[in-house]
């Protein structure tokens, strides 16, 4: 189960941290991404990260404004974005990598509910 | 980055309808693609993973095929229930990047 703290609303320029809550498997062993879904538009990807937290990559779009994180003792993910724009505005998902061990080579077979995010003055 | 393009974007179909969905692309992924259910309000749902492997518990309705750039998602005979729209994903580099989605809508 993967469970997501609250978004909100935030101004342009802002910061906020989401959280990601699992449980139900081994989370030190699995990779997990971000995904995120703007009004009335598709799925994007948002960042990846290992399940050790040592590596992670970032859509051209988030790259330098957000940082992935994880704290494995608190089986949580964290989602940490810093100068916001109203094109960030979405609602942001938590999932997980289907396979142990890997990065790439699998999909995510867990997903969260979604917290909405508002960047907005 | 991997591009992926769906087609088409939307598409009306009745009850019991074969509907294809296609998904390309920009490079070749083997057959690291994977296929999900999306409802508005609902997290998205694995249906099929490496191109054509049905994840557990998906109806046998849904199947894929293809490899390389071309890809296809096929449900035999749609149900009420199938009303959603279906997102393809690459997942041959880290960067998982999905196709824009096909909302597939009662006729």
């Known amino acids: 189960q993967l469970i997501e703290s609250d978004g909100g609303l935030v101004e342009p320029g802002g910061s906020l941290r989401l959280s990601c809550a699992a449980s139900g498997f081994t989370f030190d062993t699995y990779a997990m991404i971000w995904v995120r879904q703007a009004p009335g538009k598709g799925l994007e990807w948002v960042s990846t990260?290992?399940?050790?937290?040592?590596?992670?990559y970032y859509a051209d779009s988030v790259q330098g404004r957000f940082i992935s994180g994880r704290d494995n003792s608190k089986n949580t993910l964290y989602l940490q974005m810093n100068s916001l724009r109203d094109d960030d505005t979405a609602v942001y998902y938590c999932a997980k990598i289907r396979e142990v061990g890997t990065v790439t080579t699998a999909p995510c077979d867990y997903w969260g509910q979604g917290t909405l995010v508002i960047v907005s003055s | 980055d991997i591009q992926m393009t769906q087609s088409p974007s939307s598409l009306s179909a009745s009850v019991g309808d074969r509907i294809t969905i296609t998904c390309r692309a920009s490079?070749?992924?083997?057959?690291?693609l994977a296929w999900y259910q999306h409802k508005p309000g609902k997290a998205p749902k694995l249906l099929i993973y490496k191109a054509s492997t049905l994840e557990s518990g998906v109806p046998s309705r849904f199947s894929g095929s293809g490899s390389g750039t071309e890809f296809t998602l096929t449900i035999s005979s749609l149900q009420p229930d199938d009303f959603a729209t279906y997102y393809c994903q690459q997942f041959n580099t880290y960067s998982k990047t999905f196709g824009q989605g096909t909302k597939v809508e009662i006729k």
């Open positions: 990260i290992s399940g050790t937290g040592v590596s992670t």
């Open positions: 490079q070749s992924i083997s057959n690291l």
